[in-house]
């Protein structure tokens, strides 16, 4: 990693999707993982949203285009060399967001389907699902003395709209927010069965510990695409800290276990990245490969990647953007949501290039060639920041090429204030909403992989 930044870039907020998910009475014992129930798997059926709704709010405008110079998210990362072994070809890439815009630089993309309105999945009213996609799948382009790309500029882009907070429910006009974990998990399977190679998962439900957030179907879906349709799912670890997002961090890694997951000490849990056996969820580090503050950790981290200073496509133009509206002053981009998009594209690339590799493979190779902590995995960023070069040039599955990452000390996160434990509504944005920081990858496959029956065709 660099060390440090040549402009001070802040933080966007983005948005604060609010999703509708079952939340049951406290529940006894320590967290266990999730167990996949297949009797729960969404039906197949043509995207459209679950009920009426309605646009209550004016779509996503930037204000601001990309500078040039500086250091930004993806500084580090060698794309010339990368692109010399893959640039993603034959790779469809879904982006489960709130809809991927149509840009002049996305010359790849497919609809793939809206859950929100009446659209194809190409609509993007919040602005998040462009970003992400750029950072996946973006055509190489110099702006201002800048050069960017996305990194498997080759693959194609499926946009599928799953969620948005500039719509709300036509049957109650006070709600905020459209998408949900049964939207989320019908939009999973829908990615599968269109033929994704890999998914992008950027939106995270933060729940307390002691409540029980009802994602079954969307469990059975993620396992479906895995195991069934061979699909690599990438999430994001979500966000900690401000409103919308989870509302308090999960302890760090305790001394005297070194590299050992924590189940008993968990206090959130968040979804779909508790899914480990299925999910390579992603956390964030700085431009210094320093966890970020905001990143939620917990047993199920498996790999880190930058997400701070974020450069990607302008939804609202045929540019770039590093900053976002709807602050007083320009705040830039950061997140989780940002670093898990980092390395789907890597798994795009490594997809291409070995296309004998299974879903499970390709996670484990993004794993094993990651530069790991000090302990092997930590909860913060699980085995450590990704290697894109390693991971596209190593010799097989298991085979790392990578250096030790050493993990610095970071402060806590700041606690936001608790939601109310009565409420059944469950925020959808811990990686896609307020913050301002940077983001990492992590990975921990193999520790937690537990194995299932396998879904059969229909």
Request: hydrophobic content about 40%.
């Amino acid at each position: 990693m660099t060390s440090g930044s040549t402009i001070a870039l802040r933080v966007l907020a983005v948005i604060a999707v609010t999703w509708t998910a079952g939340v049951t009475s406290p529940s006894a014992g320590a967290v266990a993982p999730p167990i996949v129930d297949d009797a729960l798997l969404p039906a197949p059926q043509s995207p459209a949203p679950r009920e009426a709704t309605e646009q209550s709010d004016r779509c996503h405008s930037t204000t601001k285009s990309a500078d040039a110079g500086g250091d930004s998210q993806l500084s580090d990362i060698d794309l010339q060399s990368i692109w010399r072994l893959s640039r993603g070809r034959g790779q469809t890439v879904a982006v489960i967001d709130t809809g991927v815009a149509r840009h002049r630089l996305l010359p790849h993309l497919v609809p793939g389907g809206d859950y929100v309105s009446a659209g194809d999945g190409t609509q993007d009213c919040d602005g998040h699902g462009t970003v992400v996609a750029g950072i996946i799948g973006a055509a190489e382009v110099d702006v201002a003395g800048r050069s960017f790309g996305g990194l498997a500029p080759d693959a194609a882009i499926m946009g599928i709209r799953q969620s948005s907070n500039a719509f709300r429910r036509t049957s109650d006009r006070a709600s905020s927010g459209v998408g949900d974990v049964e939207t989320l998990a019908m939009a999973v399977r829908t990615a599968a069965d269109a033929g994704a190679t890999v998914i992008n998962i950027s939106s995270v439900a933060c729940l307390p510990a002691s409540d029980e957030i009802g994602d079954g179907a969307l469990g059975a879906a993620l396992a479906y695409a895995v195991d069934v349709r061979n699909v690599v799912v990438v999430a994001a670890a979500g966000n900690v800290g401000g409103p919308g997002q989870c509302h308090e961090q999960n302890p760090p890694p305790d001394p005297a276990r070194p590299g050992v997951p924590d189940w008993d000490a968990v206090k959130v849990v968040a979804s779909p990245s508790w899914y480990d056996d299925y999910v390579l969820t992603v956390a964030s580090v700085d431009l210094d490969g320093r966890p970020s503050t905001f990143s939620l950790a917990g047993p199920w981290v498996d790999v880190a990647a930058p997400g701070e200073a974020v450069v990607s496509l302008d939804p609202d133009g045929e540019g770039l953007i590093d900053t976002a509206s709807g602050s007083d002053e320009p705040l830039s981009i950061s997140g989780t949501s940002y670093a898990a998009p980092v390395v789907t594209g890597i798994a795009a690339l490594v997809r291409s290039r070995e296309p004998q590799l299974t879903a499970r493979q390709v996670m484990q190779r993004i794993e094993d060639t990651a530069r790991h902590p000090a302990a092997g995995w930590d909860s913060r960023v699980g085995r450590g920041v990704v290697d894109a070069l390693a991971a596209i040039s190593a010799d097989g599955p298991g085979k790392s090429r990578s250096t030790p990452l050493v993990t610095p000390p970071v402060p806590a996160a700041p606690d936001a204030r608790r939601s109310d434990p009565m409420s059944r509504r469950v925020a959808f944005g811990g990686a896609a909403i307020c913050v301002a920081v940077v983001a990492a990858v992590s990975a921990s496959a193999g520790r937690l992989r537990r194995r299932r029956q396998p879904v059969p065709h229909d």
